[in-house]
């Protein structure tokens, strides 16, 4: 009421409407009084008064200080900015050429700032981040440590960097505001909502959903505690977890959450907001998610409109780019062009989001390739590609997962590109594009073999992450200590002693989830993890493939898996020797059925299986002629590996799990050959059979990483015929690249002595975990046939400390013992079960290997259950513990793909070792593929053991010369 009557008389002493009057044009109480009114009026969202009060008030300003002009334009740009961010842009540079007058540089600072996220909105990254740099700089000399507008600095420039790719640095940053707001307890709440909000989208940017929903959620929490479920603030919050339930396939929660962006917007007044034509934009693109292309476009059209009235070229190139994308699926080549010419010409104005230029690009070369234009289409696409390389080598926050994730959005890409140079008869460039998108963080870590991250830490962050990790180490030894310890009887069953084992378990997988986060933390923080990654990974080429890996009895087949279509390429040694062959299957494979039966001891612990664990309740459907992709590749995998894998056999090495097992009729060996047929297509075997090759190098894609070609089917009848008894010994390689790399490893000249490490690992009987009796059989057998100095460690002896020791002594490795799986944590404790030390640790895991250096390992055996399986990352081959082997030097890795027997694991580690041994014995490369091949042939021929089951699960990964 007080200011009601104010604003009364002020209007009195002006005259009706705010006129004048009598008044002295250049009397500063005018000013006043007219400020005053525009506060007034937009106290009450009249914002049409508020700007003819505050334009009115500014024309009488020759007595009024430049602090008192300045304060009028911030309020009129912020009233003109909700409509007119080019003319508030304007107004403000006025306002700051005011301060700097008056050498106020806390208002400076300030009027910087709004500059800064006027041209953020406008799209213009570069001049935002500048006027950012300046406006922190000034902060750092002239205002109080203790003023909020320096964090706000702070806070402005991390929320800007993600949108230029630069992940890593506005983690840094956004850490150190977080650390601050921490600090000031109950009233950095705000500041804490705001940050933990940039760091959901930098995750979302990065492809770790979960991650970025529980940031959100955390943030919503914050501001909804501090100012209700209705503040304007939880706009943007809503926007981002619309965008985050979409990715997760949520479109319900996604839409819900568009929808309450709207409902704020209209109880706000804010209906020609950022905020709504980012809601429009999301529910735009959830329509298209749903195929509703008609609503989609509606819906983006409302959003660019907005944005356009605005001045937000960036954000309105953006939608016109998923227009134009729509058009395109619509075949409205018109609108198509239209739209992304417009988008091109928005984003050519600005210094724009690389990810943005990204989505444009592509678009534009999808539409180039449509026209005919394939070379066109071609230098576009590999620009986008360009701009995602350098993107992903800034991603943070999930170490290797964290990039994989991030760099698969771009796999579409990557697989127009191959298919467009091979419609351009370019098999050279096809073959390097599509090199270019398999397992490229595996050949990140490659690159890491031999050096202890920890050691290359700056000191602060050695001080602040080393403890925690050590901490972390110790907790988890004790728990794992704890619950492998046999307990009483009496107690075993009841409810106090059961409640003890779920605490306990549930404090281990935190404590896990703890440590893997400081294991990734050191990597992100490590100098020389990041100039490597910055660096980049020379990519092998066809002809270096042609010249370096084959020589002329050797043949690749490298697959190519798509969304639509896949192909095989036979690769010879010989200049031009290359054929692409499409890959369908002729005829339709029958659905199956399964029953779970229960796994006598493996060699593994935990139950990850070749088949999918849903499947053993809803079995297999049939799969139906057509071309082979990559989800049709992935069911033919498991359906073939359920059809002729599963088995209980005796005495097998496992602890835990169930195997699916076929019921009702048998399967009809014609329709086992038909994935043969299908993988392997009679071009592929005419030119085997032409060629005569000595060995094959198989470069697998996605799902064909699981399966061991060795084992498919080729004839069936009275004498059936697999791979393993007609084709070379094979090598198989997640990449040509990695296969180069391991190439180019030398072997230490003290390699010659060709010293073997063996160790044996049988649990007691009271251990909790099945004794292996193979085992000490195995390493005896190994020990006594080796040529070469042995060094035993058996049971007891086999300890994961004097393990540890002894590995990088050895260029000889074989590992005999039970193997697990950690598919939680990327299998960072995935492992193999030793004996425990003192202090109760009783694996050799993921992460102990990487922490050893085996760049003088030749060669490494895990004779154990799921060595090479994993956590699968896309674009890449499942996260195994060969794969940490290679990682930490080894140069070759003979591994398992499933369940391995006791017994025929025995049987064929021993002959493996006693061909191998001629090698060692003279001195000769070890042919270690060969020797692998005649072991499983000879286990192939006693009856027990002709399943695919027992020699068909170990595979060799490394350099065929």
């Known amino acids: 009421k007080l200011y009601d009557e104010l604003v009364s008389r002020i209007a009195g002493s002006l005259g009706p409407a705010g006129k004048t009057g009598a008044v002295t044009p250049n ?103 500048q006027l950012l740099r300046t406006a922190i700089e000034l902060a750092d000399q002239r205002i109080p440590i203790n003023d909020p507008l320096r964090t706000l600095a702070k806070r402005q420039l991390a929320a800007l960097l993600p949108s230029a790719g630069r992940f890593r640095e506005a983690i840094a940053l956004n850490q150190q505001i977080l650390d601050e707001a921490q600090q000031q307890g109950s009233s950095g709440d705000r500041l804490r909502a705001d940050v933990l909000l940039n760091l959901a989208i930098i995750d979302r940017n990065q492809g770790l959903t979960e991650s970025a929903a529980d940031k959100a959620q955390q943030s919503a929490r914050a501001i909804e505690a501090t100012f209700g479920p209705d503040a304007w603030s939880l706009a943007a919050i809503h926007n981002v977890q619309s965008a985050i339930h979409r990715d997760l396939g949520q479109a319900d929660e996604a839409a819900m959450h568009a929808q309450n962006v709207l409902r704020l917007c209209q109880q706000h007044g804010k209906n020609e907001s950022p905020e709504a034509a980012t809601a429009y934009q999301q529910l735009g693109s959830l329509a298209a998610q749903q195929g509703d292309l008609a609503t989609a476009t509606t819906h983006w059209k409302s959003s660019a409109k907005i944005f356009h009235a605005r001045g937000q070229t960036t954000r309105e190139a953006h939608i016109l780019s998923l227009l134009g994308g729509v058009a395109l699926r619509t075949n409205d080549r018109e609108l198509a062009a239209r739209a992304l010419d417009q988008a091109d010409r928005l984003l050519g104005q600005r210094s724009a989001s690389p990810l943005d230029r990204y989505v444009v690009l592509a678009n534009q070369a999808v539409r180039h390739a449509g026209d005919g234009d394939l070379a066109e289409a071609i230098r576009l696409l590999q620009q986008a590609i360009e701009i995602a390389e350098s993107a992903r080598t800034e991603t943070a926050g999930d170490a290797e997962a964290g990039r994989a994730r991030f760099f698969a959005q771009f796999a579409p890409a990557f697989e127009r590109l191959t298919e467009w140079h091979l419609q351009s008869g370019q098999t050279a460039e096809a073959f390097l594009a599509a090199e270019q998108s398999r397992s490229r963080t595996f050949l990140d870590q490659l690159q890491l073999a031999g050096i202890d991250v920890n050691a290359t830490l700056p000191p602060e962050a050695q001080q602040r992450l ?133 796994n006598k001891p493996t060699r593994g612990i935990a139950g990850h299986l070749a088949v999918d664990k849903g499947l053993l309740r809803r079995g297999l459907e049939s799969i139906p002629p057509g071309p082979v992709t990559r989800d049709v590749a992935s069911r033919l995998v498991t359906w073939y590996l359920a059809a002729t894998v599963p088995f209980t056999p005796n005495g097998t090495r496992g602890l835990t799990g169930t195997v699916a097992t076929v019921k009702g009729e048998a399967i009809q060996p014609s329709s086992l050959t038909l994935v043969a047929d299908t993988l392997l297509p009679p071009t592929v075997r005419e030119a085997i059979q032409r060629r005569q090759p000595k060995r094959l190098v198989i470069i697998p894609d996605a799902a064909l990483h699981q399966l061991p070609f060795e084992a498919l089917l080729l004839s069936a009848g009275p004498r059936t015929k697999y791979v393993l008894d007609e084709w070379p010994p094979i090598t198989y390689s997640p990449s040509a690249t990695v296969l180069s790399q391991l190439s180019r490893r030398a072997v230490p000249a003290a390699n010659h002595e060709r010293r073997l490490l063996l160790v044996g690992y049988s649990p007691s009987e009271t251990s909790g975990a099945a004794p292996l009796p193979g085992v000490t059989t195995e390493c005896r057998r190994i020990a006594s046939a080796w040529p070469r100095a042995v060094t035993t460690l058996l049971d007891h002896e086999a300890s994961e400390s004097l393990v540890t020791r002894q590995l990088p002594n050895h260029p000889i490795i074989h590992l005999a013992t039970h193997g697990f799986v950690d598919e939680q944590a990327d299998n960072l404790f995935g492992g193999l079960l030793l004996a425990p030390n003192a202090d109760g640790d009783d694996s050799l895991s993921y992460l102990d290997i990487l922490r050893t250096n085996l760049t003088g390992c030749e060669l490494a055996v895990l004779s154990a259950c799921q060595t090479s399986v994993g956590p699968e990352r896309p674009m890449e081959a499942s996260t195994s513990l060969a794969q940490a082997f290679l990682a930490a030097g080894a140069r070759q890795v003979v591994a398992s793909l499933w369940h391995v027997s006791d017994e025929s694991t025995t049987e064929l580690m021993t002959d493996f070792y006693r061909r191998l041994a001629d090698d060692a014995e003279t001195g000769r490369p070890l042919r270690v593929a060969e020797s692998l091949h005649a072991a499983k042939r000879h286990l192939r021929q006693n009856a027990d053991w002709n399943s695919p089951a027992h020699w068909a699960s170990f595979v060799f990964v490394g350099p065929t010369k």
């Open 466 to 598: 080393v403890p925690q990790e050590r901490s972390l180490a110790q907790r988890q030894q004790q728990l794992r200590f704890e619950l492998a310890k046999p307990q009483p009887p009496t107690t075993d069953s009841t409810p106090t002693h059961q409640d003890w084992i779920a605490q306990r378990q549930r404090e281990l997988t935190k404590v896990e989830h703890d440590y893997a986060k400081v294991w990734q933390s050191i990597r992100d923080a490590s100098p020389v993890c990041n100039q490597l990654l910055a660096g980049r990974e020379s990519l092998c080429d066809l002809a270096q493939v042609q010249q370096e890996l084959l020589s002329p009895d050797t043949l690749m087949l490298f697959y190519q898996l798509g969304s639509q279509n896949s192909s095989v390429w036979i690769i010879g040694s010989e200049r031009n020797a290359v054929e692409v062959v499409p890959l369908r299957i002729s005829q339709t494979l029958p659905a199956l059925q399964f029953r779970e039966a229960t």
């Open 27 to 129: 009397d500063t109480p005018l000013f006043q009084a007219l400020l005053g009114l525009a506060r007034h009026a937009r106290l009450r969202q009249h914002s049409a008064t508020v700007a003819r009060h505050l334009r009115t008030a500014l024309e009488h300003t020759r007595r009024v200080s430049a602090f008192e002009q300045a304060t009028a334009l911030r309020l009129l740009a912020t009233v003109i900015g909700e409509s007119d961010l080019p003319a508030a842009e304007q107004l403000l540079r006025r306002e700051l050429a005011a301060h700097e007058a008056a050498k106020e540089p806390r208002e400076q600072l300030r009027t910087l700032l709004q500059l800064a996220s006027i041209r953020r909105s406008l799209g213009d990254f570069g001049d935002a981040e």
